[in-house]
């Protein structure tokens, strides 16, 4: 059987997509690494998407979920896609679990959080280290955690943990926040929140699970140590683009137009792993949405 579009990505750039296509009357299929709702799910609190003033992010992606399935969206959960291989009219989508032949593909598969490659960083991870403050945070009820990074994430994660921890040490290695403005703001005020500035963590050290952080400051190299019982890390993504032989950028970001359209004909793209100025929610479906018409426009003319 060959499919119209086969998206790859459940979060809500893929969902999106899916509920588009099925609106268009196409024979659509998601493909998930995990569950669907993708990163949303491990996000505490959205409050910048429209409509909803304040909505946990599982619970914006069950809607999402909920949406798509109203109009018959076929997903499949846990299918890791290894690779497309482009054939001209139609496409294959590569997966562990078996081939999909389809005439487009949407790629929304997201991104994934950076490693920060200081020494002790891999060996203390589940022991301390964390990259997800909604999976993890319960465990450092009344202790001290250090946050690394700047923007938006580190931001908003370290005001998440404030819920828990008895103080948050953000670690930053410039004297500026990348974050934006409200979120700064937020984190400000909050009494349990303080900054290291102009530092960058050189070492997370412990026995057993975490103790303590070595930190050096960029200006004056001079290294100093902050104890902790934990080290959350936000220092950025990587997009979960790998298996895509399309043109990308320097970082593996898919370069696309404004019609989502990359570098091979049929194959288009949405979300976070592309190459856009602003990775939130609301970009996600707006790009989830030109895809899935992209994908309609390209089919009608096959
Ligand atoms: P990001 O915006 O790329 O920020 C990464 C931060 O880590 C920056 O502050 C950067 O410092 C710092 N950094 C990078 N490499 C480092 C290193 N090796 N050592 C120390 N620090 C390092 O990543 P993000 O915060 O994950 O956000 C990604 C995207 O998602 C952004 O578009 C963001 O707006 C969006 N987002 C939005 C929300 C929201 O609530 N609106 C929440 C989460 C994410 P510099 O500043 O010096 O570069």
């Not at 900054?195 to 050290?205: G, K, L, N, T």
């Amino acid at each position: 059987m060959v499919h119209d579009v086969v998206i790859i990505g459940g979060g809500p750039a893929g969902l999106t997509a899916g509920i588009y296509t099925k609106r268009a009357m196409l024979n659509a299929l998601l493909l998930e690494k995990m569950g669907v709702g993708g990163q949303i799910i491990v996000t505490d609190l959205v409050e910048n998407f429209p409509g909803f003033l304040e909505i946990s992010g599982g619970d914006l992606a069950r809607k999402f979920e909920e949406h798509a399935l109203k109009f018959g969206l076929e997903m499949k959960g846990m299918v890791e896609v290894s690779g497309i291989e482009d054939r001209g009219a139609t496409k294959i989508v590569k997966t562990y679990e078996g081939d999909f032949e389809t005439k487009t593909v949407i790629i929304a598969t997201g991104t994934t959080p950076k490693k920060l490659g200081a020494k002790g960083e891999l060996n203390l991870i589940g022991r301390g280290v964390s990259y997800c403050a909604t999976c993890d945070g319960f465990f450092f009820r009344d202790k001290v955690v250090v946050v690394v990074g700047g923007g938006d994430s580190a931001i908003t994660e370290a005001i998440y943990l404030t819920k828990m921890a008895k103080n948050v040490i953000i670690v930053h290695r410039r004297d500026q926040l990348r974050a934006e403005k409200i979120n700064q703001e937020h984190a400000f005020a909050n009494p349990k929140i303080s900054f290291v500035w102009d530092s960058v963590v050189e070492e997370i050290a412990g026995e057993k699970v975490v103790g303590k952080v070595i930190i050096r400051n960029v200006k004056t190299n001079v290294l100093s140590e902050i104890k902790t019982d934990g080290v959350f890390i936000y220092v950025g993504l990587i997009p979960n683009t790998v298996f895509a032989n399309v043109t990308k950028d320097e970082r593996g970001f898919i370069v696309a137009n404004d019609k989502m359209e990359t570098s091979v004909k049929g194959i288009f793209v949405a979300g976070d792993c592309r190459v856009t100025p602003l990775r939130q929610i609301a970009t996600a479906v707006g790009d989830g949405a030109i895809a899935a018409v992209s994908a309609e426009r390209y089919i009608e003319g096959l």
